[in-house]
């Protein structure tokens, strides 16, 4: 059970493989959203060099550019064999506005059995995503020390309870020295 826990706290998702058609985008998002995936990643499939799918892909003469810059999941680097790459990349951005858009957010949330649970997905999804430029700045300015608090009580289901997703206290290397 402690499993099914941590895969609905974060789910990452590829999307361009061969048998995706248009219809996955929308299927991947709601699927997440009803699991009550709290974050979700996604992905363009991105065949690397050097990797089995890359020799495929060249074999077949499915890679559209060498330009390395673009191999970065988020631009389409090959020829996808049921969608357009230009569907492909509008459908990954795409899933990352429907899923973070708050009614996905608060859907997701009502999926919790408690309310401190709904609190923080609620807390977790749009605190973290809704504000990201906002965390981006803290980090760089160096105060996230100083959000530590704020962090842990979100992740702690705003205080009440047990965390199931944390991992189990285990002693410290350092303890009995």
């Known amino acids: 059970d402690r499993f099914i826990i941590v895969i609905h706290a974060n789910g990452s998702f590829v999307f361009g493989m061969d048998d995706d ?5 929308d299927r991947t998002v ?12 996604f992905h363009i499939l991105t065949p690397y060099p050097d990797t089995a799918l890359f020799k495929r892909m ?5 890679i559209s550019h ?35 858009r708050w009614s996905s957010i608060w859907r997701g949330a009502a999926t919790k059995d408690t309310a401190a649970g709904q609190l923080r997905h609620l807390a977790y999804a749009g605190g973290w995503k809704k504000f990201e430029p906002m965390w981006d700045w803290v980090i760089r300015l160096r105060r996230l020390p100083f959000m530590l ?10 205080g009440r ?3 199931p997703i944390a991992a189990p206290a285990r002693p410290s290397p350092l303890q009995g020295r």
């Open 58 to 62: 060249a074999a077949a003469g499915r």
């Open 30 to 41: 709601a699927w997440a959203i009803e699991q009550g995936i709290e974050t979700a990643t």
């Open 161 to 163: 309870g047990h965390n």
């Open 149 to 158: 608090p704020l962090l842990e009580t979100v992740l702690s289901g705003g």
């Open 21 to 25: 058609d248009e219809s996955v985008f």
């Open 66 to 100: 060498t330009d390395w810059n673009r191999y970065d999941t988020r631009h389409v680097v090959f020829e996808p064999r049921k969608l357009s790459p230009e569907t492909l990349e509008r459908g990954y951005w795409q899933a990352y506005r429907d899923f973070y």
